[in-house]
């Protein structure tokens, strides 16, 4: 599929389908825990073939671990039962570790695992795209570091931590690749640990290597979406729109149309209901009526679509996932064919 074309036509569109990080709610639909989710190619694949023959999606969107990546460099992965699993501890705390750091294989731990999972998707979902999840580079570097450490070593030990980076980048571009080959259309990129920096910093420490991946990966077949949740976007929204993503999806901490109005007319920018006050924490009303004021503030933008602010929990109800379809397709004047 020319992924370039299918871009335009969404933007062409006079109603557009949501495009949600939905993934993970198919345990519910699959009867089954986070933990055997996370570690059967077969089963994500089902979930993902369960949910978009549930929901009338803009693509299919594989689980968003964001452990996965970190724990193929060697970190240490805690796995609860019903839970997206962490990265605990750091792997590099010296700057004699991040130089004999390895870049591993891009099928180590579980990667080939996720990559299965993709190649099996799709050969199930043949009517819409389907992406595959993957973190950013500075994302990856701060579970390598620690999420703390690492901020602190921008400006300790910024040497040590553009080690770390140019390792990250050179795995995320095989592994990009990798998906790729698998059969993906695409790949969303989670890189919120970069919304917790400075504008100054994210530039230092986040745009180059992003840039750098995505130049490595994307043509008109195989598209990037760049996610950042953090909320400091508005603040770095030049330097995020500078690494050429061919779309970008935003979080809840941030106003949607502010960031609209700083996007080029002719790029989508997806966004941004609260997945954990909301999809998982609200009601269907409440859902209903947040999803609807996102739309009336943004549908005005033709390169608007419609999605979760971020990965959406695992145990949300689907009562109020099916709300924000029906919600969306109220707005186009469609029949509630979720109710």
Same mark, same amino acid.
């Given at each position: 599929?020319n992924?370039r074309k299918?871009?335009?036509?969404?933007?062409?569109?006079?109603?557009?389908?949501a495009?949600?990080?939905?993934?993970?709610?198919?345990?519910?639909? =699959?009867?089954v825990s986070?933990?055997e989710?996370?570690?059967d190619?077969?089963?994500?694949a089902?979930?993902m073939?369960?949910?978009a $023959?549930?929901?009338?999606?803009l +693509?299919?969107?594989?689980?968003m671990d964001l452990?996965?990546?970190?724990?193929?460099f *060697?970190?240490?992965?805690?796995?609860?039962?019903? $839970?997206? %699993? +962490?990265?605990?501890?750091?792997? #590099?705390?010296?700057?004699?570790e991040a130089?004999s750091?390895?870049?591993?294989?891009v099928?180590?731990a579980r990667?080939?695992?996720?990559? $299965?999972?993709i190649?099996?998707?799709?050969?199930?979902?043949?009517?819409?795209p389907?992406f595959a999840?993957?973190?950013? %580079?500075?994302?990856?570097?701060?579970? =390598?570091?620690?999420?703390?450490e690492?901020?602190?070593?921008?400006y300790?030990?910024?040497?040590?931590v553009?080690?770390?980076?140019? &390792?990250?980048a050179?795995?995320? &571009?095989?592994?990009i690749?990798a998906?790729k080959?698998?059969?993906?259309?695409?790949?969303v990129?989670?890189?919120?640990?970069?919304?917790? =920096?400075?504008?100054?910093?994210?530039?230092e420490f986040s745009? &180059?290597y992003?840039?750098?991946?995505?130049? +490595?990966?994307?043509?008109d077949e195989f598209i990037?979406?760049?996610?950042?949740?953090?909320n400091?976007v508005?603040?770095?929204a030049?330097?995020i729109? @500078?690494?050429?993503a061919a779309?970008?999806?935003f979080?809840n901490?941030?106003s949607l149309?502010d960031m609209?109005?700083?996007?080029?007319?002719d790029t989508? #920018?997806? *966004?941004?209901?609260? %997945?954990?006050?909301?999809?998982?924490?609200?009601t %269907? $009303?409440s #859902?209903?009526?947040e999803?609807?004021?996102i739309?009336?503030?943004c549908?005005?933008?033709?390169?608007?679509v419609i @999605? @979760?602010?971020c990965?959406?929990?695992a145990?949300?109800?689907w009562?109020?996932?099916?709300?924000?379809?029906?919600a969306?397709?109220?707005?186009?004047?469609?029949?509630?064919k979720?109710?």
């Amino acid at each position: 599929m020319n992924m370039r074309k299918w871009l335009a036509d969404v933007q062409a569109s006079a109603t557009k389908k949501a495009m949600p990080i939905l993934s993970f709610p198919c345990v519910q639909l =699959l009867g089954v825990s986070v933990r055997e989710l996370v570690n059967d190619a077969s089963l994500q694949a089902r979930g993902m073939k369960k949910i978009a $023959e549930r929901c009338d999606t803009l +693509a299919a969107v594989s689980m968003m671990d964001l452990s996965v990546e970190a724990e193929a460099f *060697g970190a240490e992965v805690r796995f609860d039962e019903n $839970e997206v %699993p +962490a990265v605990t501890g750091a792997l #590099v705390t010296t700057m004699e570790e991040a130089e004999s750091l390895a870049v591993p294989d891009v099928t180590a731990a579980r990667c080939g695992l996720y990559q $299965e999972a993709i190649r099996q998707a799709c050969a199930l979902i043949t009517d819409r795209p389907v992406f595959a999840g993957v973190i950013g %580079p500075f994302s990856l570097a701060g579970r =390598l570091m620690d999420v703390t450490e690492i901020m602190v070593n921008c400006y300790a030990e910024p040497e040590m931590v553009h080690a770390v980076m140019e &390792k990250a980048a050179a795995f995320l &571009k095989k592994y990009i690749l990798a998906y790729k080959a698998a059969g993906a259309s695409g790949v969303v990129m989670a890189e919120p640990l970069t919304g917790m =920096l400075s504008p100054a910093l994210a530039e230092e420490f986040s745009e &180059k290597y992003v840039r750098e991946v995505i130049e +490595a990966v994307q043509d008109d077949e195989f598209i990037v979406i760049y996610h950042n949740c953090g909320n400091n976007v508005l603040l770095m929204a030049d330097s995020i729109l @500078s690494v050429g993503a061919a779309a970008y999806h935003f979080g809840n901490a941030v106003s949607l149309k502010d960031m609209l109005e700083k996007a080029p007319a002719d790029t989508v #920018v997806m *966004g941004n209901v609260d %997945p954990a006050g909301q999809l998982k924490n609200g009601t %269907p $009303e409440s #859902v209903r009526a947040e999803t609807l004021r996102i739309m009336g503030e943004c549908s005005a933008f033709p390169n608007f679509v419609i @999605s @979760s602010g971020c990965d959406i929990p695992a145990d949300s109800p689907w009562e109020n996932l099916d709300a924000f379809f029906s919600a969306v397709d109220s707005f186009y004047g469609k029949l509630e064919k979720y109710t």
